[in-house]
């Protein structure tokens, strides 16, 4: 268990559609990523906050948004669903963000568009 | 901008037999290396990790050397075990971004 907690696990939904999903940090954790991953594209980083506030910006759509909030669990919104969004959304958090601090990873929201 | 290339897979190997994953990577500065393993239906696991040139990060039996002068920081084990079976992912960190920027990842599956 890394202590990263993402729900829901799985999520079935229609085009068009909206979708929240949530990530509690590790305890202590200031810095929460978002990455995407799919069979074509592998892993890729969506975005970054630290400490409540955007830190990077990666391959993040202009229908995803995200934010921390001051419990520091974080939340990724996805809108207008389309088929090519389905993927496994992973959540990981570190303490800082320095280059060797380790960065730990929830087990993954699955999103099936249908 | 940072890249991590990994060898193309799937592997597939014997019980007992030697493994090595070939990766190699672009980025500006000194990155911190990774290796990363996803077991089916779970989250990514550190697997190892080194900081600065020529370091050596270990476990479970895995290695992986972070070579500056090759950019490369292969990952091996001298004896794969079934429960090896996994996607393993090389990833860099650099001091200037938090984000692991990830290789597309290697399939390893060890028959019996």
């Known amino acids: 268990d890394s202590g990263v907690t993402q729900t829901p696990k799985h999520l079935i939904t229609a085009t068009g559609q909206r979708v929240t999903l949530r990530c509690s940090p590790r305890?202590?954790?200031?810095?929460v990523y978002w990455y995407q991953q799919s069979l074509d594209q592998g892993l890729q980083f969506l975005i970054q906050y630290y400490n409540g506030e955007e830190r990077a910006k990666g391959n993040i759509l202009e229908r995803f948004s995200a934010q921390q909030f001051p419990d520091l669990h974080s939340e990724l919104n996805l809108s207008s669903l389309e088929l090519g969004d389905s993927a496994l959304y992973f959540c990981?958090?570190?303490?800082?963000?320095?280059?060797?601090?380790?960065?730990?990873f929830g087990q993954g929201t699955r999103l099936t568009v249908v | 901008g940072d890249s991590v290339t990994q060898m193309e897979g799937p592997v597939t190997l014997s019980e007992e037999a030697f493994l090595t994953i070939n990766c190699t990577y672009t980025a500006t500065g000194y990155p911190s290396l990774f290796w990363y393993v996803q077991y089916p239906g779970e989250g990514l696991q550190l697997l190892l990790k080194a900081t600065k040139a020529d370091d050596k990060g270990s476990n479970k039996g895995f290695e992986a050397t972070y070579r500056k002068e090759t950019t490369s920081f292969h990952l091996e084990k001298g004896s794969v075990q079934v429960s090896d079976s996994a996607v393993y992912f090389c990833?860099?960190?650099?001091?200037?971004?938090?984000?692991?920027?990830f290789g597309q990842g290697t399939i390893l599956t060890v028959h019996p």
């Open positions: 305890s202590g954790d200031l810095s």
């Open positions: 990833a860099l960190r650099t001091p200037s971004y938090g984000k692991l920027t």
């Open positions: 990981a958090s570190s303490v800082g963000d320095s280059a060797n601090t380790e960065a730990f």
